[in-house]
């Protein structure tokens, strides 16, 4: 009998425990899924705030250029003027002495193929331009062959006479090219210590900041210190093109008046010849 009962008791505990297990369940379902949600949200939140972070950081910087030209003392402004002005006159003397020595480059080719065939050196003159350096030499080796008179000049003989007149035309001719080479050459050895100084100057000023706070907080000392990196970099960014530059044109240069100085010789040995110079 008493089995009877326990076994009844163990049937009913049965089923309810199966009655009850799937309300359970589907309890528990609703709970996890939005357990889930709530977990797979917080990633995307937390991925999404560093990028935030970083867009309004771009946009409000104030530590970068803008803010050292707005809140910059006057030494600051004035080293980084300085600077600009040294980059703008390096970058106009390179592009203008590029210009010049394509032109003569070309008018060097043009004048082997053409000057030396002309009936007389009146006409090969006349068929250069105006302001051609060619011209300017040639001219005066002509007038230096047919002018050579004076009391002092006629102590010098016709060879000695028009041979230092060619040398002077291409010694003129020469400094014009070179003309503005010392400006690069200034520009590519100071400009760095200027930067320098401005830098010098940053650290100074982040150093006063902080004795004046009374504690070293990174707010008192990042502005000045970001200043004073900008300054360096922007030294070395003048300096560099400029350096460059000038040994560029320098070689340039050589090359241009080797033609220069070729064409000279062979005027030299037209004017030294037999042949009859023509008057203009």
Same mark, same amino acid.
């Given at each position: 009998?008493i089995?009877?009962i326990s076994?009844?008791?163990?049937?009913?505990?049965?089923?309810t425990?199966?009655?009850?297990?799937?309300?359970?369940?589907q309890?528990?379902?609703?709970?996890?899924? !939005?357990s889930?949600?709530?977990e797979?949200?917080?990633?995307?939140?937390?991925?999404?705030?560093p990028?935030?972070?970083?867009a309004a950081?771009?946009t409000?910087?104030? +530590?970068?250029?803008?803010?050292?030209?707005?809140?910059?003392?006057?030494?600051?402004? @004035?080293?980084?003027?300085?600077?600009?002005?040294?980059?703008m006159?390096?970058? +106009?003397?390179?592009?203008?002495?590029?210009?010049?020595?394509s032109?003569?480059?070309?008018?060097?080719k043009?004048?082997?193929?053409?000057f030396?065939?002309? !009936?007389?050196?009146?006409?090969?003159?006349?068929?250069?331009?105006?302001?051609?350096?060619?011209?300017?030499?040639?001219?005066?080796?002509?007038?230096?062959?047919?002018?050579?008179?004076?009391?002092?000049?006629?102590n010098?003989?016709?060879?000695?006479?028009v041979?230092?007149?060619i040398?002077?035309?291409?010694?003129?001719?020469q400094?014009?090219?070179?003309?503005?080479?010392?400006?690069?050459?200034?520009?590519?050895?100071t400009?760095?210590?200027?930067?320098?100084?401005?830098?010098?100057?940053g650290?100074?000023?982040?150093?006063?900041?902080?004795?004046?706070?009374?504690?070293?907080?990174?707010?008192?000392?990042a502005?000045?210190? @970001?200043?004073?990196?900008?300054m360096?970099?922007? @030294?070395?960014?003048?300096?560099?093109?400029?350096?460059?530059? +000038?040994n560029?044109?320098?070689n340039?240069n050589?090359?241009v008046?080797?033609e220069?100085? !070729?064409?000279?010789g062979d005027?030299?040995?037209?004017?030294?010849?037999?042949?009859?110079?023509?008057?203009?």
């Amino acid at each position: 009998m008493i089995s009877r009962i326990s076994g009844l008791f163990a049937a009913i505990a049965f089923a309810t425990a199966i009655a009850v297990s799937p309300v359970h369940a589907q309890e528990a379902k609703p709970a996890d899924a !939005a357990s889930a949600v709530v977990e797979g949200a917080a990633p995307a939140a937390e991925a999404a705030a560093p990028v935030a972070a970083a867009a309004a950081k771009s946009t409000d910087n104030p +530590y970068g250029l803008k803010a050292m030209i707005e809140h910059g003392d006057a030494v600051s402004k @004035g080293v980084l003027a300085l600077l600009l002005i040294m980059s703008m006159g390096s970058w +106009y003397i390179l592009i203008t002495k590029l210009w010049d020595t394509s032109k003569l480059a070309k008018e060097a080719k043009e004048i082997r193929a053409t000057f030396f065939k002309k !009936a007389s050196l009146a006409d090969g003159i006349k068929g250069l331009g105006e302001g051609s350096a060619f011209r300017f030499i040639a001219a005066n080796a002509v007038e230096a062959s047919e002018h050579h008179e004076g009391a002092l000049t006629e102590n010098i003989d016709r060879n000695t006479w028009v041979t230092m007149n060619i040398d002077r035309s291409v010694y003129d001719v020469q400094s014009r090219v070179q003309t503005g080479l010392g400006f690069l050459a200034t520009v590519g050895s100071t400009s760095p210590f200027i930067g320098l100084f401005g830098t010098v100057w940053g650290i100074l000023q982040a150093l006063t900041a902080i004795g004046v706070a009374g504690q070293a907080s990174i707010d008192k000392v990042a502005g000045p210190v @970001g200043e004073a990196l900008i300054m360096t970099a922007i @030294g070395l960014g003048v300096a560099v093109p400029a350096v460059l530059g +000038y040994n560029w044109l320098v070689n340039r240069n050589k090359q241009v008046m080797g033609e220069v100085k !070729a064409f000279a010789g062979d005027l030299h040995g037209v004017l030294m010849g037999n042949r009859q110079v023509t008057k203009r």
